[in-house]
């Protein structure tokens, strides 16, 4: 059957999920989503929870002419789409099937793909379109402060009811995302891949994370962790545990990937090491020492150089 340009013009928001875009449109059109789904030929199931709901991750693939459908539907040309949807030229075997004359879509997991899905911000999204919708973006984990409203935006992969933490109180979050800009642009003049040394960064920090209730001496996290949730964290402290923890150490992630590109640091630990005679960090060492002052905790050094995450 033949199908025309739809009347309305719905662009696609940088980063979108292609399937956060088709849940857009069924919106200005009237419609629920599964209503305009069925534009598509199918060839799996919506990825579910295992308590049954729907992933608010779940992702959708098209073949070209399936491309071409959602480029008619939302009246945006197929170059413009190309440039704003990471998913949009991702192939699958699934597609493969109905061959490029049938308009065909597979479901699969976007954190699979390109990259962990987050949610985008509501006030963002509403102030771009006029309408207040979810959207549902690619973002990586130090690009997550919506700056405008003070929100950190959660991923999309979990089964929890949060899409953000309050973090408006929290300006050192906000300019955590801000310097994580300096410290990406240094490790590529240096040779670095910025996505590793902040993967690198956060494995150390997520250690810390892992020891902190232990640390009678840390005031700066339970101070974090009770203002993402609403004040306090009281009797649900595990679960905020899990779903803060990006937010409250982001922080001190920054300031450990700067420490790591740190020629300083890098000589430091050197020395502490033995000098070209490999042995453990010593307690007093002084790259512990210094990574302890550089993330605001004087008294960290002695744990550090216990943690074989940072040797």
């Known amino acids: 059957m033949p199908h025309h340009p739809g009347p309305l013009r719905i662009a696609p928001l940088q980063g979108e999920t292609t399937?956060?875009?088709?849940?857009?449109?069924?919106?200005?059109?009237?419609?629920?989503?599964?209503?305009?789904?069925?534009?598509?030929?199918?060839?799996?199931?919506?990825?579910?929870?295992?308590?049954?709901?729907?992933?608010?991750?779940?992702?959708?693939?098209?073949?070209?002419?399936?491309?071409?459908?959602?480029?008619?539907?939302?009246?945006?040309?197929?170059?413009?789409?190309?440039?704003?949807?990471?998913?949009?030229?991702?192939?699958?075997?699934?597609?493969?099937?109905?061959?490029?004359?049938?308009?065909?879509?597979?479901?699969?997991?976007?954190?699979a793909g390109a990259g962990p899905v987050a949610f985008g911000c509501r006030l963002c999204a509403a102030r771009r379109t006029a309408t207040v919708v979810r959207v549902l973006r690619y973002a990586p984990r130090w690009d997550r402060v919506c700056v405008r409203h003070g929100q950190w935006l959660l991923d999309a992969d979990a089964d929890q009811p949060h899409e953000y933490l309050d973090v408006r109180h929290l300006p050192e979050v906000a300019a955590a995302q801000?310097?994580?800009?300096?410290?990406?642009?240094?490790?590529?003049?240096?040779?670095?891949?910025?996505?590793?040394?902040?993967?690198?960064?956060?494995?150390?920090?997520?250690?810390?994370?892992?020891?902190?209730?232990?640390?009678?001496?840390?005031?700066?996290?339970?101070?974090?962790?009770?203002?993402?949730?609403?004040?306090?964290?009281?009797?649900?402290?595990?679960?905020?545990?899990?779903?803060?923890?990006?937010?409250?150490v982001f922080p001190e992630v920054v300031l450990v990937a700067d420490a790591l590109l740190d020629p300083g640091m890098a000589e430091l630990v050197w020395r502490d090491s033995g000098a070209g005679r490999p042995r453990a960090l010593p307690a007093d060492g002084m790259f512990c020492r210094q990574l302890g002052e550089r993330v605001g905790r004087t008294w960290l050094g002695p744990l550090t150089a216990t943690d074989t995450a940072v040797r």
Do not use: M
């Open 19 to 111: 399937s956060s875009l088709i849940c857009r449109i069924s919106s200005r059109y009237g419609l629920e989503a599964k209503a305009l789904r069925s534009c598509w030929h199918w060839r799996n199931h919506q990825p579910k929870h295992d308590g049954g709901g729907a992933r608010a991750d779940a992702e959708v693939l098209l073949n070209a002419a399936g491309r071409q459908r959602l480029a008619d539907l939302c009246g945006i040309e197929e170059d413009v789409l190309a440039r704003a949807l990471p998913s949009w030229a991702r192939k699958d075997a699934k597609l493969l099937a109905e061959g490029d004359g049938v308009p065909t879509a597979a479901w699969r997991i976007g954190g």
């Open 178 to 248: 801000r310097r994580w800009a300096g410290v990406a642009r240094r490790a590529v003049r240096v040779g670095s891949q910025p996505e590793r040394v902040f993967a690198l960064a956060q494995a150390v920090v997520a250690r810390w994370w892992e020891q902190a209730l232990g640390w009678e001496r840390e005031t700066i996290w339970p101070r974090r962790l009770h203002q993402v949730a609403g004040g306090d964290a009281g009797g649900d402290l595990e679960r905020w545990r899990i779903v803060g923890q990006d937010a409250v």
